[in-house]
């Protein structure tokens, strides 16, 4: 479990957003694992609505990215 409070969003361009709550729990079953992400905290505005856009673009992506790293380290 990995639990990340209290981060801010830090952009040249944009508004500090936050705080928010990042939250990675991994849970074994049998030889395989399951990976839950939720990040929450997000507030109103037109630079949060840019931001939750992005951050819900980019999560598949990189949960992808992180799988693959895994299991071509696993082996």
């Given at each position: 479990l990995l639990v990340i409070r209290n981060f801010v969003y830090m952009n040249p361009e944009k508004e500090l957003l936050g705080p928010m709550t990042l939250t990675v729990r991994v849970t074994q079953t049998g030889?395989?694992?399951?990976?839950?992400?939720?990040?929450?905290?997000?507030?109103?505005?037109t630079d949060w609505d840019w931001?939750?856009?992005?951050v819900k673009e980019a999560w598949p992506v990189v949960a992808k990215k992180i799988?693959?790293?895994?299991?071509e380290k696993s082996h």
């Open positions: 030889t395989s694992s399951s990976v839950y992400i939720c990040q929450d905290g997000y507030q109103h505005g931001y939750y856009d992005a799988k693959t790293y895994l299991e």
